[in-house]
């Protein structure tokens, strides 16, 4: 099992940064690709970024790219997005998820966090 906290939410204004966390406890972090996901209400879940086990690979939904980076401390065993430039649209509650190897399918990850809510006002 693989337990997964996010934290790092809020309200920010259209145009701000937010830095959302999630720390990893249970089996070996470093052997876990990491994603992150996004829901808002009455949306499916959506993908917004992936990391690959060692760091070394990244992958960003087309909406978030340039704006957002992924990134990990397997020392810490903590997975990070760092959220620049917020738009409106990007208010949703937010998901860190676990997987044996990277996915942008939201059912190929075991392992999920209880989300952290981030609000962007305009």
């Known amino acids: 099992q693989v337990q997964l906290v996010e934290s790092g939410g809020g309200l920010v204004q259209a145009g701000g940064s937010l830095r959302l966390s999630c720390a990893a406890s249970?089996?070996?972090?470093?052997?876990?690709?990491m994603g992150w996901f996004r829901q808002a209400p009455g949306i499916e879940r959506e993908f917004v970024a992936e990391?690959?086990?060692?760091?070394?690979?990244?992958k960003y939904a087309d909406s978030v790219k340039g704006r957002f980076t992924i990134s990990r401390d397997n020392a810490k065993n903590t997975v990070y997005l760092q959220m620049n430039s917020l738009r409106s649209e990007d208010t949703a509650a937010y998901y860190c998820?676990?997987?044996?190897?990277?996915?942008?399918?939201?059912?190929?990850?075991?392992?999920w966090g209880q989300g952290t809510q981030v609000t962007v006002s305009s």
């Open positions: 990391i690959n086990s060692n760091g070394g690979t990244t």
């Open positions: 998820a676990a997987n044996r190897v990277t996915s942008v399918i939201s059912r190929a990850y075991n392992y």
């Open positions: 249970g089996r070996t972090f470093s052997n876990y690709a």
